[in-house]
């Protein structure tokens, strides 16, 4: 077993479905899809042998919850988007590395279980990733749920969980987290046409979170979560969480090359495709502003008033 897991790519990447099922309807989504097809061929070309999915519309209450059924096959049906169409699908995951996760995930004081059911529903955003960036199933994949009452801590342990277990197999990993940036989204049906980001203030806070990435500043993205959160996230008890674990899982450090290959507007909400290459120039290391985790003690405080 190796002492660091090799993360070989990152991306960051939206959970709607409209790259997938209606590219041609609007400029800024066939944008969209062209670039979710330039990080499928990178990760064609990488070496990866396993592709870990974090998804924000995959909500969970009681824990942390890992896809671990091997052959998951089901049509998908997006809740708001259905008139896009359906998403059949045929996935092959990897149930070993999804056990060892859980494993992981509990001897760092987390709760976690696996599922493995026929017919288990697979969210939106995790299909439209695996159907554009792995498409033929060449990689087997993981999905860990976002659970909704997880602060930071919970998320950074999380995180290291997913390092314990790749360790562990010797993994070569391709880091994938389904989020957008604001999501703040139209509640009424618009033409394609008619997209665009739903506020200014929206876009302009966007295009400050792309400049981090594109400058390889994940580690400090993590950092500035809840500002973020503060600014263009609709208020719930879901904070930013996506930046807190994907720093964590590859390696709590600003040294990536970053990329962002599209950015445009998906009923309303920041749709950003990003990669993310581990580097060894770069920002350089962190900085804290709060405290390193390493096992959770179940501090949750999730009633406590402004807590993000």
Same mark, same amino acid.
């Not at 824990?63 to 359906?86: C, E, K, R, Y």
């Not at 976690?112 to 059911?117: F, I, L, N, S």
């Not at 749920?145 to 360790?167: C, F, H, P, T, W």
């Given at each position: 077993m190796s002492e660091e897991p090799e993360i070989v790519l990152?991306?960051?990447?939206?959970?709607?479905?409209?790259?997938?099922?209606?590219?041609?309807?609007?400029?800024?989504?066939? @944008?969209? @899809?062209?670039?979710?097809?330039?990080?499928?061929?990178?990760?064609?070309? $990488?070496?990866?042998?396993?592709?870990?999915?974090?998804?924000?519309?995959?909500?969970?209450?009681?824990?942390?919850?890992?896809?671990?059924?091997?052959?998951?096959?089901?049509?998908?049906?997006?809740?708001?988007?259905?008139?896009?169409?359906?998403?059949?699908?045929?996935?092959?995951?990897? $149930?070993?590395?999804?056990?060892?996760?859980?494993?992981?995930?509990?001897?760092?004081?987390?709760?976690?279980?696996?599922?493995?059911?026929?017919?288990?529903?697979?969210?939106?955003? $995790?299909?439209?990733?695996?159907?554009?960036?792995?498409?033929?199933?060449?990689?087997?994949?993981?999905?860990?749920? $976002?659970?909704?009452?997880?602060?930071?801590?919970?998320?950074?342990?999380?995180?290291?969980?997913? @390092?314990?277990?790749?360790?562990?197999?010797g993994k070569k990993v391709v880091v994938v987290v389904v989020a957008s940036l604001s999501n703040r989204m139209f509640t009424e049906h618009i033409d394609p046409s008619e997209d665009r980001i739903h506020s200014a203030k929206d876009d302009e806070f966007n295009r400050k979170i792309l400049e981090f990435f594109d400058s390889g500043r994940l580690e400090d993205i993590s950092q500035l979560s809840r500002d973020i959160h503060g600014q263009i996230r609709v208020s719930k008890v879901v904070a930013y969480k996506p930046a807190w674990w994907m720093a964590a899982t590859m390696g709590q450090h600003n040294n990536y090359d970053g990329e962002v290959l599209a950015y445009e507007a998906l009923h309303g909400a920041g749709g950003a495709v990003i990669q993310l290459t581990p580097a060894k120039g770069g920002v350089g290391d962190k900085e804290f502003d709060e405290d390193d985790v390493e096992y959770y003690h179940g501090d949750r405080s999730v009633l406590d008033k402004g807590m993000l």
């Open positions: 990152g991306f960051y990447v939206p959970p709607h479905p409209h790259p997938l099922l209606a590219p041609e309807q609007n400029e800024g989504w066939g @944008r969209l @899809r062209e670039a979710f097809d330039t990080c499928r061929q990178r990760i064609e070309e $990488s070496a990866a042998d396993l592709m870990l999915i974090y998804s924000t519309v995959w909500p969970s209450i009681v824990g942390h919850q890992i896809q671990a059924h091997p052959n998951p096959v089901f049509t998908h049906v997006d809740d708001d988007f259905h008139f896009l169409g359906s998403m059949p699908y045929e996935f092959s995951m990897d $149930s070993e590395y999804a056990e060892k996760f859980k494993d992981a995930c509990e001897a760092r004081g987390l709760h976690a279980r696996t599922v493995a059911y026929d017919g288990f529903p697979i969210d939106t955003g $995790s299909v439209v990733a695996l159907k554009l960036l792995n498409p033929d199933n060449r990689i087997p994949a993981c999905i860990v749920s $976002s659970n909704v009452y997880s602060n930071r801590a919970e998320q950074i342990v999380l995180g290291k969980a997913a @390092r314990d277990a790749m360790s562990e197999l």
